[in-house]
Each structure stands twice: as C-alpha cells, then as structure tokens.
C-alpha cells in the first residue's frame, strides 16, 4: 500500500496526533526549544546539517544554533 505525504502538520494530544494549523505546529515546536534550554541550558541542543546543502543554508544553520540558540554544538557531513 502506498503512503500518502502529509499535507499538514501534526500536533500530539495525549496519546493521538491530530492535524493543525503551521502556525499552532512551529508555536509548539518553538516553546519545547524554549523548555529544553531553560531546563538544561543551550548545550542540550544540538544541529546537524548537510554538504549537500547549499552553503548559504549550512551557514545559517551555524548562525542559529550559535547566535540564536547559543550552542556550538553543530555538525555536518562536510568533512567525510
């Protein structure tokens, strides 16, 4: 049986995931980053990025991670 792509995001609500706005979904998502570096600080997180993105974006990715997020825990394929 062939799976179908998601056309919206999911939320989870208790046990179940139901669909939701991009809005409610990248609000969700912003407030569990929020928890985890005030509970355990910037160094809880970690990104990982790709060579065969384009540079620009590689290069945004370490800028979030370590002007918005604060964490120098960033990692690419790049050097393999």
Known sequence: MKQE???TPLVRDGESLRPAT????????AQGFQKTLSEHGPTSFG???CSKATNELNYLAQKFARCVVGS???DSCNRT
């Open 47 to 49: 990104l990982f990025s």
């Open 72 to 74: 120098n825990n960033i």
């Open 5 to 7: 792509r998601l056309t």
């Open 22 to 29: 991009w809005d409610e979904a990248l609000s969700r998502a």
